[in-house]
């Protein structure tokens, strides 16, 4: 009920930036929060940066200082604007968005999109 398409990843040098952008559509009045999770070879999922739908936002201490999460909800849209990037930046990076359709709390995911640092 609710797709999310994740785009603007590359493949970008150590020290570079990218945004990320993640678009919602379906059901989005039941949206409530969205975040953006990466997952690394030989690694699992982790929480990169996650916005509420008062637009608290919390970090992985990895990226803080370096990554921000922000929402334009009349686009239904998350972005994640990645500066200073590194090699361990390096993962598929997945567009999460969380909320309530007919009384039950669900979890949509995107299919991902790559981001590779090269140094």
């Known amino acids: 009920q609710v797709q999310l398409v994740e785009s603007g990843g590359g493949l970008v040098q150590a020290g570079g930036s990218l945004r990320l952008s993640c678009v919602a559509s379906?059901?989005?009045?039941?949206?409530?929060?969205m975040g953006w999770y990466r997952q690394a070879p030989g690694k699992q999922r982790e929480l990169v940066a996650h916005?509420?739908?008062?637009?608290?936002?919390n970090y992985a201490d990895s990226v803080k200082g370096r990554f921000t999460i922000s929402r334009d909800k009349a686009k239904h849209t998350v972005y994640l604007e990645m500066n200073s990037l590194k090699s361990e930046d390096t993962a598929v990076y997945y567009c999460?968005?969380?909320?309530?359709?007919?009384?039950?709390?669900?979890?949509?995911w995107g299919q991902g999109t790559q981001v590779t640092v090269s140094s």
């Open positions: 379906g059901i989005i009045n039941s949206i409530n929060a």
């Open positions: 999460n968005a969380q909320g309530y359709i007919s009384g039950w709390l669900q979890n949509f």
């Open positions: 916005s509420s739908s008062g637009d608290r936002t």
